[in-house]
């Protein structure tokens, strides 16, 4: 079944719940014109919580015998060109082996960094077939000496934002509609609930947070003055982001990013990005220009301070940071047809 430059039949391993970056990137497939099937790993979990973490943790016979047994038979039936793997935590050898050799090519797409010094308990199984695939999606520059002295095949790809859901908002958008101020969507990962208090009680700036587990890191009094919305997702999320004057990224360093996939997604709403200061970041927008930086959390605090109260250089800053997000294809269409490239590179 050789891989050919046009339409491919392409099968998805990955959550496809709307709202999830994996549902986007599902339909960032079918956009570019190939005929995706997703197949869903994540509807095995077992409905006991208790079970459903060890399975995780543990991803082995018998826990994952019946996924992988249906996977193959999903093969078996689609028949695909390519089979995309987003974040395969729950596939042994045997069924990887039996698609390639259908002719079949096969894609590792992570997000996460199963090689990073963040813990997540959940890579076991895939640190026994992660050689076996034929192209490996990278999005931070510390995975590109492992894979190269590997000699894994790769491609450095950015986290992406999905275009159906991440756009400007409507004309006329302004200060009148912003009702955040010093706004973070997100999760409370490392230094980010004390930052943030910082932000609030000793630089006195109005900080609005949306998030999960928020309650988990801030006291109650914190925790009611600061956090406005639990999870945001898809229009709230958007919605969330045209609200604010100042939007507030960071990069998970455990985690090994180089790029918060959210400072592209704020970027492609037209928001101000107000982001930590890496090499990342200054490689996909240019520094006060596209995106304004910070260090630490006196100077998060010094820019804050002089940006919010000033809605012209805010607008032209995110206007300017929206045209780099579309110019240089941080969308997902644009990142996926690089990846399926590649792809036909390694056939010759």
Not at 108 to 114: E, G, L, M, S, V
Not at 214 to 219: E, F, G, S, V
Request: with cysteine.
């Amino acid at each position: 079944m050789p891989l050919t430059p046009g339409r491919r039949r392409i099968l998805c391993v990955c959550l496809d719940s709307p709202g999830e970056t994996s549902f986007y990137r599902l339909s960032a497939l079918r956009r570019l014109g190939h005929e995706v099937q997703a197949f869903n790993p994540w509807r095995y979990q077992p409905a006991n919580p208790w079970f459903a973490a060890l399975k995780i943790r543990y991803p082995v016979a018998p826990l994952v015998a019946r996924v992988n047994r249906d996977l193959l038979r999903a093969v078996d039936e689609f028949r695909p060109d390519v089979v995309w793997f987003d974040k395969p935590i729950q596939f042994t050898r045997a069924p990887i082996e039996s698609i390639k050799r259908t002719g079949a090519k096969t894609v590792c797409y992570i997000q996460d960094a199963p090689f990073g010094p963040r813990n997540d308990g959940c890579w076991y199984q895939f640190y026994k077939v992660y050689r076996l695939f034929d192209l490996h999606c990278l999005f931070r520059n510390a995975d590109i000496p492992r894979y190269a002295q590997w000699g894994l095949p790769w491609i450095r790809i950015h986290l992406s934002f999905e275009p159906t859901v991440h756009y400007p908002p409507p004309p006329g958008w302004s200060d009148a509609q912003r009702t955040r101020g010093v706004s973070y969507v997100g999760s409370p990962y490392e230094e980010r609930p004390q930052f943030l208090q910082a932000l609030s009680d000793r630089y006195g700036l109005p900080v609005s947070i949306s998030g999960p587990r928020w309650q988990r890191t801030l006291t109650p009094d914190v925790y009611s003055r600061l956090v406005t919305d639990e999870y945001l997702a898809d229009d709230r999320y958007r919605e969330a982001i045209w609200k604010s004057r100042i939007n507030v990224s960071f990069v998970t360093k455990l985690n090994e990013e180089d790029i918060g996939h959210k400072s592209m997604e704020i970027a492609a709403c037209q928001g101000f990005l107000l982001a930590v200061r890496t090499e990342g970041h200054q490689a996909v927008f240019e520094e006060d220009k596209e995106a304004v930086f910070f260090s630490d959390v006196e100077e998060c605090a010094e820019k804050c301070r002089f940006y919010l109260d000033r809605p012209d250089p805010r607008e032209a800053i995110a206007a300017r940071g929206r045209d780099r997000a579309v110019r240089c294809g941080y969308d997902n269409d644009s990142q996926f047809r690089r990846v399926l490239e590649r792809l036909d590179e390694t056939e010759h």
